[in-house]
């Protein structure tokens, strides 16, 4: 399996433009997570679904930030307006409900807001 | 709420020395927990894992025990090598589920030759 995909792997966009981050998750997964990671506040979980349901979005910033799953096997993560504090590494992690616990996560995104 | 607590780092060893590094939670019930390693510029991987009490998580020379008395998931290596040098994050999940995992805050690892 080629494991979490995400894409685009280095982004540098301006304040006041929208981003958009992808992931795919291992093909026969049924969660998938969205995590923020910056040197100041660790790792963060930002949401999470289930079955292409999203479950738990407390951990959702603000309404700049917005994620959806269309499918099984895609899911994207968009901010906008983004500004400079949105700047961190973005990972995408996914697993399966019967694989005992355990997520696995994508390389990530290093987002950059100037 | 559930919560996890690691020893907190850097830590800096040298090559072949004895490694371990704390990691205690808070959690009801009987949750599983984790050991995820991220080198440099990489995404989390898992390291080894433990689902119930007594149980040992081994994998790359690391291993865990899951202990529930003592509330404890400490990760342990004989011998460290350089390429060993990342930041290990210890984790629960509750009742083995693959829910959201509780992180603990990390901790630094370098291995000096």
């Known amino acids: 399996d080629a494991g979490v995909i995400q894409s685009p792997r280095h982004e540098v966009t301006e304040m006041g433009q929208e981003v958009t981050l992808r992931c795919k998750p291992i093909?026969?997964?049924?969660?998938l997570f969205w995590y923020r990671q910056t040197m100041m506040r660790g790792l963060e979980l930002l949401i999470y679904f289930n079955n292409n349901v999203p479950i738990d979005d407390s951990g959702m910033p603000e309404d700049r930030f917005s994620a959806k799953m269309p499918n099984a096997s895609f899911s994207t993560l968009k901010i906008q307006p983004s500004e400079p504090r949105d700047s961190a590494v973005y990972f995408c992690?996914?697993?399966?409900?019967?694989?005992?616990?355990?997520?696995?996560f994508g390389p990530g995104t290093r987002l950059t807001v100037l | 709420g559930d919560s996890v607590t690691q020893m907190e780092g850097p830590v800096t060893l040298s090559e072949e020395a004895f490694l371990t590094i704390n990691c205690t939670y808070t959690a009801t019930g009987y949750p599983s927990l984790f050991w995820y390693v991220q080198y440099p510029g990489e995404g989390l991987q898992l390291l080894l894992k433990a689902t119930k009490a007594d149980d040992k998580g081994s994998n790359k020379g690391f291993e865990a025990t899951y202990r529930k008395e003592t509330t404890s998931f400490h990760l342990e290596k004989g011998s460290v090598q350089v390429s060993d040098s990342a930041v290990y994050f210890c984790a629960l999940s509750p009742s083995g589920s693959a829910r959201q995992l509780t992180f603990g805050s990390g901790t630094q690892l370098t291995v000096l030759p």
């Open positions: 093909s026969g997964h049924d969660y």
């Open positions: 992690a996914s697993s399966f409900a019967a694989g005992g616990g355990g997520q696995f």
